[in-house]
């Protein structure tokens, strides 16, 4: 692969923030917004309220298909626009263009505008693309900003030589949208190679056991869990194998999946893939007993009640366990009551490294939605997260494994 596109690839499935702030050069961040979005990462806008004077709302949000943020709050409802969450959600944070007075105001901590407390609450690398006048950029002030922000580790895209809009010429002009998508590729290539060499296998989505060939027993799972996990990994250099019951969901960028429908067909593909690999992530909705028998017609209705005897399927997750060794194992518990004790007996039990509990009584949480409310339990305590995207859990989970393989 050519470090140009290992670098486009490496953008797939990633999260951008794509900051822009007053300047004529804002119409090349819908070029670069469009460049991300082709290299299959998601993104999403924050402006400047002058930002919108130089490039509509509308084609931001139309290029990035995502609303864009401009205000601390939406006027009409009240709704709040967090930047907390904001700078949580990104994998990357670009702004671009950026102006003098942005520079000026994130080198000095202003916080007057949604973009510049997003930068303040970001916990992700930060990049700009400064955009102004030659003498703007060459003037002291600018450069100390600039020195300044370098050493707190905020990454600088230089900006090119040419005409600028003050029709003078020199350094000012910024870089074009494809040097800095390939700036932002290479920074998260960088960053992915935390779970390199690593082969992974990720159960994900509900099981199906037939009763007859029209009918079957089966659960809520969406498989949007497992899935972020998988491609979470992935995106982090992990050879991922996705074990997959029925599902709508596209597969993440460079996840291999496996697809079955029954737990007994979910045991057989996690068994003979775990013996190459080098953990599992269990987050699959399992059905713990299928139908002891399925008949080859379709079961005609009767006057009176119909009894199907079940027979358990196999524990995969306890199989898995009892045959790790030193790999790893992380198991989920769905819980309705009791949720702590149930979630500390089946890490015991089934051998879990560490073991993701969710609860149907949270709102939020558990099958179907977007969002999950979790709680990581291991030997040594349990931290309890926030309602959060499904993405965000994904990315928590991945941050502990990565913990795990560098013991
Ligand atoms: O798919 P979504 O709609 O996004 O919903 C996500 C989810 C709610 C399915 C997910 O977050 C979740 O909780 N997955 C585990 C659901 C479950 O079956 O939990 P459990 O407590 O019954 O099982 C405990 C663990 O053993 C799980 O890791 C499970 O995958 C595993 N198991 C269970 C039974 C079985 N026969 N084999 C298993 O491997």
Redesign the pocket.
């Known amino acids: 692969m050519a470090s140009g596109d290992a670098a486009a690839a490496s953008l797939a499935g990633r999260r951008i923030l794509l900051g822009i702030t007053g300047s004529i050069a804002a119409y090349k961040a819908a070029m670069l917004c469009r460049l991300l979005k082709t290299a299959g990462a998601e993104v999403r806008v924050v402006m400047t309220p002058l930002a919108k004077q130089f490039i509509t709302p509308l084609t931001m949000a139309t290029l990035s298909k995502n609303p864009i943020l401009v205000e601390f709050f939406d006027p009409e409802n009240g709704a709040w626009n967090s930047h907390v969450a904001l700078g949580e959600w990104a994998d990357c944070y670009v702004i671009a263009p950026a102006t003098a007075n942005t520079l000026a105001k994130m080198a000095t901590g202003v916080a007057d505008n949604l973009l510049l407390t997003t930068y303040l609450s970001a916990r992700c690398p930060v990049v700009v693309a400064p955009a102004m006048d030659l003498d703007m950029y060459a003037h002291a002030a600018t450069q100390q900003n600039l020195r300044t922000l370098a050493d707190r580790g905020v990454r600088i895209v230089e900006p090119a030589e040419g005409e600028l809009a003050s029709g003078l010429s020199g350094k000012g002009r910024m870089a074009e949208p494809d040097t800095i998508a390939a700036f932002l590729g290479g920074l998260l290539a960088e960053k992915k190679k935390t779970l390199n060499g690593k082969r992974l296998i990720v159960?994900?989505?509900?099981t199906i056991e037939a009763i007859d060939p029209v009918r079957f027993i089966s659960?809520?799972?969406?498989?949007?869990?497992?899935y972020a996990i998988a491609g979470e990994l992935a995106a982090r250099g992990a050879e991922v194998t996705l074990i997959s019951g029925r599902t709508a969901l596209a597969t993440p960028p460079g996840v291999e999946r496996v697809d079955v429908l029954s737990?007994e067909e979910?045991?057989e593909a996690?068994t003979s893939a775990f013996d190459e690999a080098d953990g599992a992530v269990?987050?699959?909705?399992?059905?713990?007993y299928t139908p002891a028998e399925v008949s080859d017609t379709k079961l005609k209705k009767g006057d009176g009640e119909l009894f199907i005897r079940l027979r358990r399927?196999?524990?995969?997750?306890?199989e898995?366990g009892a045959r790790k060794g030193s790999r790893l194992l992380v198991?989920?518990?769905?819980?309705t009551d009791d949720e702590q004790a149930?979630a500390e007996s089946?890490l015991e039990r089934?051998n879990?490294d560490f073991?993701?509990l969710?609860s149907l009584r949270d709102a939020g949480a558990?099958?179907?939605?977007d969002t999950?409310k979790?709680t990581l339990i291991d030997r040594s305590g349990r931290e309890e997260l926030p309602l959060m995207s499904?993405r965000e859990v994904a990315a928590r989970i991945a941050d502990r494994i990565e913990t795990f393989f560098t013991r």
């Open positions: 159960t994900a989505g509900a659960n809520h799972s969406s498989g949007k869990m497992g737990a979910m045991y996690a269990m987050c699959a909705a399992v059905a713990d399927t196999h524990d995969i997750a306890a898995l198991g989920f518990a769905l819980e149930h089946k089934k879990f073991i993701v969710n558990g099958f179907q939605g999950n979790v499904k």
